[in-house]
């Protein structure tokens, strides 16, 4: 995760860059693009945002099976997620996932998960809430992350427990 140590990504202005589809196939990108065009849609009402919206529930339920994940449509969600490799995502809808965070394959957040901004989640790893996720923290391949993590903070192991 090397683009963890570097600061410059924000944890509050969302880089919409990072969500680009960049070429025809692009799973992650794709997926995240169902779900916010879903939304604009619902939120946009009327005839055409139910049909725009029936149009994007469709292409969810592809990329979601194409990725074999779960991120439901009405999930709270920051711009600039970066979901690299995805596949075997899980996430609940209550979660609330900041701006610019990154999230590898075979992550679970289950329950009430609140990730602040640039937050990555390493391969593997379960967050188990109701918890909190400060900015800027890491979280490592296979963690099972069971309370609060502290903004700026590395956490590894199960249960995971800061390393300097
Ligand atoms: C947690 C992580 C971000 C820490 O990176 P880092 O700051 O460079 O830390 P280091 O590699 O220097 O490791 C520091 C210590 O934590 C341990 N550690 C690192 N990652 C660990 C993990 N996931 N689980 C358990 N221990 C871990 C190291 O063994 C080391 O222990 P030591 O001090 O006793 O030797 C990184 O190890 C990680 O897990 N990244 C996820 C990457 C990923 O999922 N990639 C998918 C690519 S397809």
């Given at each position: 995760m090397q683009e963890t140590k570097d600061l410059n990504v924000s944890a509050t202005e969302p880089d919409w860059s990072r969500e680009a589809?960049?070429?025809?196939?692009?799973p992650g990108q794709k997926l995240m693009r169902a779900i916010r065009r879903y939304q604009r849609a619902k939120s946009r009402g009327g005839v055409l945002g139910k049909l725009s919206a029936k149009r994007w529930a469709l292409s969810h339920l592809f990329w979601s099976t194409v990725t074999q994940s779960e991120i439901h449509l009405n999930t709270q969600i920051e711009g600039g997620l970066r979901l690299t490799h995805p596949t075997g995502i899980i996430i609940h809808p209550d979660c609330i996932i900041g701006p610019n965070c990154m999230i590898f394959h075979q992550v679970t957040l289950a329950g009430a998960v609140t990730l602040g901004g640039h937050v990555d989640i390493g391969a593997g790893a379960k967050l188990l809430g109701p918890l909190k996720v400060g900015d800027h923290a890491r979280i490592g391949a296979n963690a099972v992350v069971t309370r609060d993590v502290e903004a700026g903070q590395t956490v590894v192991g199960i249960p995971a427990r800061p390393i300097s």
């Open positions: 589809v960049r070429q025809f196939w692009d």
